[in-house]
């Protein structure tokens, strides 16, 4: 990424939600910049602004023009020159059109070092994959598949779902000290992962061809969206990689969220969230994890996954387990542990011990 200070010029035109400016960078070459006022605000001849000048400096065809990051009144301190300069080597970029996008060394591209692999590799021969309901999962799929398998190689596919940062994820960093996680792939428009992907599709390809991995983890990162409709939530991801699996060869395994701690009823039992993505969201049959609960709680799952015809098209496998060794990290949903919500954490246990199996 280059971030270049500059001035504004003039405003070339302008619509509702963004500006066509003229600017003289400190450095480098383009005088066009794009603006979006409910991100920096508007701009005016004689400010000072920040400019993203990437896709203009590698000579990219997005769009030929800067993008204002931040902008400074004409009154104000009158910082200059290069901000930051810190190119990747690729030319794919993330988040895209954004006053922050950024270069990234994408695993598929030309310049790649594994560009050959990438353009050969179109199958996973029925490699497990765990996609998981919530990125909460993943420390708790990982361990118990370490458990079973502890010369396994790991691989965690973040989707971009959720979060874009891959850094912003402790319990990932964590996971890879504790020895949890061997690799990491960043999909989409989220980046920072050990292996950068253009797609999800490719990700899951990319984490064993280029990743070594014997098995994979999909999942959002954190912070899962939700607004109590049908299909207005981070959940349908789970079913977009289930797909998505499916598409390269390999053998999809779901972990389901469940929770008897949630005081919002559509968690409660099987959320709504899991129940949308399987029944729906998914067009690929999944091996579906059902942990072993009291007889209470396990009448509760078992009916709502009856109820959203989840079996019309996926696999049932119920596993009798407890919690694995986490080495050392720690595990919280939603500010509670696994003393206060029991299900929600054997239902992602259970999942691991399913692909263990798979092994």
């Not at 099987?270 to 949308?276: I, K, N, P």
């Amino acid at each position: 990424m280059r971030l270049v200070w500059g001035d504004v010029l003039g405003v070339e035109r302008e619509r509702a939600g963004i500006q066509r400016l003229v600017v003289r960078p400190d450095e480098g070459s383009g005088s066009v910049a794009i603006s979006y006022p409910s991100l920096s605000g508007a701009c005016s001849p004689g400010d000072r602004v920040l400019l993203n000048t990437t896709a203009v400096d590698l000579a990219l065809g997005t769009g030929g023009a800067h993008v204002v990051v931040a902008r400074l009144g004409a009154g104000e301190v009158r910082p200059a020159g290069v901000a930051l300069d810190d190119p990747s080597g690729g030319h794919v970029m993330k988040l895209r059109y954004t006053p922050v996008q950024r270069d990234v060394l994408a695993v598929e591209e030309p310049v790649s070092p594994h560009h050959a692999v990438m353009a050969e590799a179109v199958s996973l021969d029925g490699m497990p994959v765990v996609c998981c309901a919530l990125h909460s999962h993943v420390p708790i799929v990982a361990a118990a598949i370490r458990e079973k398998n502890p010369d396994a190689r790991i691989a965690y596919v973040m989707t971009d779902g959720a979060a874009l940062p891959y850094a912003l994820s402790d319990v990932m960093d964590a996971c890879t000290d504790a020895g949890l996680l061997d690799v990491s792939v960043s999909c989409g428009q989220a980046f920072g992962a050990d292996i950068e992907a253009v797609n999800l599709h490719s990700g899951i390809v990319a984490a064993s061809h280029v990743g070594d991995a014997d098995v994979a983890l999909v999942a959002i990162g954190p912070g899962v969206v939700g607004t109590g409709t049908a299909l207005g939530h981070g959940g349908v991801a789970q079913g977009e990689a289930i797909n998505a699996c499916a598409s390269v060869g390999a053998r999809p395994v779901a972990s389901l969220r469940i929770s008897f701690a949630d005081a919002r009823e559509r968690h409660r039992g099987v959320s709504h969230h899991a129940l949308t993505a399987l029944s729906r969201i998914a067009l690929a049959p999944a091996l579906v994890a059902v942990p072993r609960l009291g007889d209470e709680q396990q009448r509760h799952v078992d009916d709502d996954l009856e109820r959203a015809g989840v079996w019309r098209r996926h696999e049932r496998r119920d596993v009798e387990c407890g919690l694995p060794d986490m080495l050392g990290v720690p595990l919280r949903t939603m500010g509670r542990g696994p003393a206060d919500d029991p299900a929600f954490f054997l239902a992602a246990a259970a999942a691991g011990y399913v692909a263990a199996e798979l092994l």
